[in-house]
């Protein structure tokens, strides 16, 4: 398999690093947050220039765009978590959570998963922007969530370097284990929900079986340094993980085998971490966004060699 990679576009605007990218229903339209509080929209069919859409006081780590509703909730740093009607630019509901940061949103149905600081797991009403839940099971960080509709679970990847496996529904707690020798940075679910992808401060990916009850099935010494996140191509056939490495590596899914590395040298990639990708649909482009507080836009094209 030959992987040809071309840089498109490197944005600019954020004055901090930018730690999270989120799409949308639009497949052209995605957002992004960073440690300048800045919350910007963009639009890949003219990427040159983002909007703003909100500017919160303190780094915004978490963005999730809630479909039901099309509104944008962002997770901001000591604080809590705010619902934007990202098109109108205002803020229409807000929920204050934490003292500490909060690392990660998602979202099933009418109701939001927020993983903090402080090692909680929160269920939110979005209609009534009540919280439903909440489980603290370590005082570590919550650093990741990862939904299996399939299996009715959740996974979350916590700082004390464990993985815990929570009931979707009422999120009482259904495995756990020390899946690392560091912080558990992303988990993710491969496409079909059979296996739960892990990546580490300790700069391995691992894979566990979901269907066996989450035995381990695969590893592999990934990157230099952290691993800070995982995302999975549109067709689900290959995924990239990015690291305070300051690359990009190109995987295989299936075979879990290492296809391609996008770095400053050989790409023009980032100078520093890469914290965020985001793999979207329109024309199958790859973000990526970085403590150097540029988003870098991606064409990756995958021929099959001939023999």
Known sequence: MKVEVQKLHSLTGHRDCVYTLQGSSGNAIFFSGSGDGMVVAWDLTHPESGELVAKLPNSVYALHHHRETDLLVAGQNYSGVHLLDWQHKKEVGSLQLTKAAIFDIQSHGKNLLVATGEGRLMKIDVESMTVTRNVQLTDKSARAISISELHGEIAV????????????????????????????????????????????????????????????????????????????????????????????????????????????????GHGTSVNKVLWTTYLDQLLSASDDRTISVWNINFEKQSI
């Open 157 to 268: 990847g916590y700082s004390d370097n464990s993985i815990r496996i929570f009931d979707l529904d009422d999120l009482t707690l259904k495995y756990e284990w020390v899946a690392h020798t560091n912080s558990v940075f992303t988990v993710r679910y491969t496409p079909g929900e059979k296996f739960l992808l892990s990546g580490s401060r300790d700069a391995r990916l691992k894979v566990w079986d979901a269907s066996g009850s989450y035995r381990q099935s695969g590893e592999v010494v990934a990157h230099l340094y952290a691993i800070n996140h995982l995302e999975f191509s549109p067709d689900g056939k290959h995924f990239v993980t990015c690291s305070m490495d300051k690359s990009i590596k190109v995987w295989d899914t299936e075979k879990l085998k290492l296809l391609k590395v996008i770095d400053r040298a050989r790409h023009a």
